[in-house]
């Protein structure tokens, strides 16, 4: 006996069926996208499939987020070089020289903002492979005007075209990353992803503090600049021979080449599960296809049935609010605020760079509890923890600075308290936060717009990055240990959005989140609710197009 369909799932059967004998609901690439050279070939794609493959993409996005974290804190102690302040005119110590010293960091922001921007368009247009080339390329001209620059205009140029180069890659990495994971490892790809990057910042810490012990100081802060081309050479070199996302094939009408990748990069590729699979792909292709909301405007703009607008800004809001846990001025500024601790000399910049060692150790933790925990929960705990460390460590600096006239001896016990607050709030932002943030916005957003979803926060993360580092420095100059109650009251205050607004989405294929974010309620409590009921209308009424398809089958 036929199954009887409910009226009120009538229209959604129809139009689920008038999608699917519709060609147009497929994508084409535009007519340069065969001018670009490397991008994905099935023949030329490297034949390992399950765990082998997971390794390989693992150290594909590993090498491209390394550069991400080399090129995020390079400027670090380069700030610092006398030569490179002669060079650029900042030597003075004047608030000017402050302004331009903050400026030049921000600019990379800029950079990076633009990027993102361009990603955007290109990573649905010519895939994501092709685009992350197109970074390299952007960053290798980056890096060669970095390492050669003679005034601080060339420098400034140079800070945009490498933040741009960077953009790209760290928009489009995570969410290429994210579309060929399994729903249970994705959050570990990205948490051992966020370690290497932790490993490229702490390789080119130690690199220049070496070469400023060892070598003329024009060497110290050029050739950093200019090392990280190693990195864009492998990514550009290697990205040919890696698999395309099975999303972005799907979405441009290859069927067959998703299907073909999905089943090299699932641990469990049997038959039927590549199945489910893609039928899921396929549905949100088609549920998407009739939303306006896939351009930036749209996005931004237009209300429509699957709530893209509130996604942008769970996307943009994760990433500003990680900017705001104040975790740049620390890692960035590091030397600045072991100097609070009252330490002298060397031993600031000494302390700083062993901190890098503590915030590996806390991201490799995060590639346990990302997946274990969930991003919700790991968001939650950090603010919590972070603003109490925080309050602690500002009584201790007020108390290091108080006494360092007065008691020496109990100034440096006061000094080593605030150090270790220092490398105890980077532990717990790298064990909970930075991966969280990172993998978040790659979740949240429907196929159709993912990669302008993921652009989106991206920019936000530089438009809140390049604002914090323009203002700290001025900051730690004006208000001293406050610096820390500061932060501490904003990670308290962030818990309320994260509570009310954020859903969970470990373990969760991304296509059933497409479901669970197109509750008409932004309450995360709410959204749950629905999402049940949801998940089993859409059950049904896929179960009632094979019925129907059987039928037909039978009947011709």
Request: proline share 4%; hydrophobic share 50%; net charge neutral.
């Amino acid at each position: 006996m036929e199954p009887e369909t409910p009226k009120q799932d009538v229209a959604a059967i129809e139009n689920y069926s008038q999608a699917n004998a519709d060609a147009d609901i497929f994508r084409s690439e535009p007519a340069f996208a065969k001018y670009i050279p490397g991008g994905f070939s099935s023949s030329r794609c490297m034949k390992l499939s399950g765990m082998s493959m997971s390794y390989a993409i693992f150290a594909f996005a590993g090498c491209a987020i390394t550069f991400f974290g080399y090129d995020t804190s390079v400027m670090s102690q380069v700030n610092n070089n006398p030569d490179y302040q002669q060079q650029m005119g900042v030597s003075g110590g004047t608030n000017r020289d402050a302004a331009a010293i903050g400026g030049l960091v921000s600019l990379w922001f800029g950079g990076f903002a633009i990027g993102a921007f361009l990603v955007g368009y290109l990573a649905d247009s010519i895939g994501r492979l092709k685009t992350i080339q197109i970074g390299c390329l952007w960053g290798i001209l980056g890096a060669v005007l970095l390492a050669s620059a003679q005034s601080i205009t060339w420098l400034a140029f140079a800070r945009v075209i490498s933040g741009i180069g960077c953009g790209h890659l760290n928009t489009t990495v995570p969410v290429w990353t994210s579309e060929l994971a399994d729903p249970q490892l994705r959050g570990a790809f990205v948490a051992v992803q966020f370690t290497l990057a932790m490993t490229g910042s702490a390789i080119v810490y130690w690199m220049e503090f070496a070469c400023v012990k060892t070598l003329s100081p024009s060497f110290a802060w050029r050739f950093p600049l200019g090392f990280q081309i190693v990195f864009l050479l492998i990514i550009l070199l290697a990205a040919p021979f890696y698999p395309e996302s099975p999303r972005y094939l799907a979405m441009i009408g290859n069927l067959e080449g998703a299907s073909s990748v999905l089943r090299r990069c699932r641990i469990d590729n049997g038959d039927q599960a590549i199945e489910n699979e893609m039928q899921d792909i396929e549905f949100a292709i088609r549920t998407e296809a009739s939303s306006n909301s896939v351009s930036f405007y749209g996005m931004l703009f237009t209300k429509d049935k699957l709530h893209t607008r509130r996604r942008v800004l769970l996307g943009a809001g994760v990433q500003i609010m990680q900017k705001f846990t104040g975790i740049d001025f620390i890692s960035v500024y590091a030397p600045n605020m072991f100097a609070l601790s009252g330490f002298k000399g060397d031993t600031p910049a000494i302390l700083a760079g062993g901190n890098w060692f503590g915030y590996i150790a806390s991201l490799a933790l995060s590639i346990y509890l990302c997946d274990h925990v969930g991003r919700r929960k790991m968001m939650l705990i950090g603010c919590s923890l972070m603003g109490l460390v925080l309050i602690i460590g500002g009584v201790l600096s007020h108390e290091t600075i108080a006494n360092t006239t007065v008691d020496h001896a109990k100034a440096s016990k006061f000094g080593a308290g605030v150090a270790a607050i220092l490398y105890i709030y980077t532990f717990i932002y790298g064990s909970t936060w930075l991966t969280t943030c990172w993998v978040y916005p790659t979740e949240i957003f429907p196929l159709a717009s993912r990669s302008k979803g993921a652009a989106l926060a991206t920019i936000a993360f530089s438009i809140a990055g390049g604002t914090i580092n323009e203002i700290i420095p001025y900051l730690i100059n004006a208000i001293g240990f406050w610096v820390f109650i500061l932060f501490a009251l904003i990670n308290l205050v962030m818990l309320i959005p994260i509570y009310l607004f954020y859903v969970e989405t470990a373990n969760r294929p991304l296509e059933q989140l497409d479901i669970l974010l197109s509750s008409n309620s932004p309450l995360a409590w709410r959204a749950e609710k629905e999402f049940v009921g949801k998940l089993n209308e859409r059950i049904d009424n896929l179960a009632i197009l094979d019925a129907k398809a059987e039928k037909e089958e039978v009947e011709a």
